[in-house]
Structures are given as C-alpha cells and as structure tokens.
C-alpha cells in the first residue's frame, strides 16, 4: 500500500483545514486508517483512526470534537476535517494503513504498517 497525503497549508487560529490521504493497492478497505503528527521536536502522536468499514473512529482528546475522519473505500481515500484549528496544531501531518484484525481502530503508532509522505500544518495566532 502506497498513501499520498495532502491538503496541507497555513491557516489562521480557528480555520478549517481539510487534509486527504489516496491510497494505492486493492487491499485497502482491509485496513484500519489513521492520521498521526509530529510537531518540531516532539514525539510523533496519535490523531484519529478509522476503521475498515467507517463504522468506528477512536481521537486523541486533544482533537475530540473538532476533528472528523472518514473514509471512501470505493475511491481508496482517508479524510481528516480540521475545525477551529488552534496553533498547537501546527505538525506535520501522516496518513498511516494498517491494524489488520483490530476491532477498534488502534492510537499505537507500531501498528500501522504502511505510512505517507506527510503534509505541513501551521496555524497561525
């Protein structure tokens, strides 16, 4: 599996920022999808996850209720809308494929197997 993210750019504190990841390969609807980020000098970290079917998405508490991610697995595609984004949103954004098995999509970076180029975030107070 291949993953292109894009959609990045820089915004204004409570902007709205769609971001898009399209995948390659047939084996994608089999996938749990995840969008992770990193900041500079910080650890990558969780963002949200969805799972095969678009049934169940998991976020961090950091993006509850501002975030949504979803999916199309007719067009290979990921999704994550960013609403009243604040500037310590500001990283550089990874799709990721993977979580084989799981129920519930999984926060645990070492699970996803399959990871983007990444797309830059910046938000601006």
């Known amino acids: 599996v291949q993953l292109q993210a894009s959609g990045g750019g820089l915004v204004q504190a409570g902007a709205s920022l769609s971001l898009s990841c399209a995948a390659s390969?047939?084996?994608?609807?089999?996938?749990?999808m995840g969008w992770f980020r990193q900041a500079p000098g910080k650890e990558r970290e969780f963002v949200a996850a969805i799972n095969w079917s678009g049934g169940m998405t998991h976020y961090a508490d950091s993006v509850k209720g501002r975030f949504t991610i979803s999916r199309d697995n007719a067009k290979n595609t990921v999704h994550l809308q960013m609403n009243s984004l604040k500037p310590e949103d500001t990283a550089v954004y990874y799709c990721?494929?993977?979580?084989?098995?799981?129920?519930?999509?999984?926060?645990?970076?070492?699970?996803?197997?399959?990871w983007g180029q990444g797309t830059q975030v910046t938000v601006s107070s």
């Open positions: 390969g047939r084996t994608f609807s089999s996938y749990v």
């Open positions: 990721a494929a993977g979580g084989l098995g799981y129920m519930y999509p999984p926060s645990n970076a070492y699970v996803y197997d399959y």
